[in-house]
């Protein structure tokens, strides 16, 4: 910002959460690593991995013929 702790469009009060602090960040990122990453390992066998980069109706067609669900 121009002036500190002021939004150069607004001028209302800049602050940064606790959450969003580098160490914050940092923590979270080690905990993600160590309890919940090492779960994709685990369940990997019962996986279904569809692209969702795509319309919606192509999406609920993968995970349908995916799941063998008639539609």
Known sequence: ???PDKCNR???E???RD???PETIQRRFKVYLEQTAT???YYQDRLINIDGNTKIETVEQRILDKLKIPH
Do not use: A, E, V
């Open 14 to 16: 800049l602050y940064q």
């Open 1 to 3: 910002p121009k002036l």
């Open 19 to 21: 959450d969003d602090k």
């Open 39 to 41: 779960l994709k390992d």
């Open 10 to 12: 607004c001028s209302s």
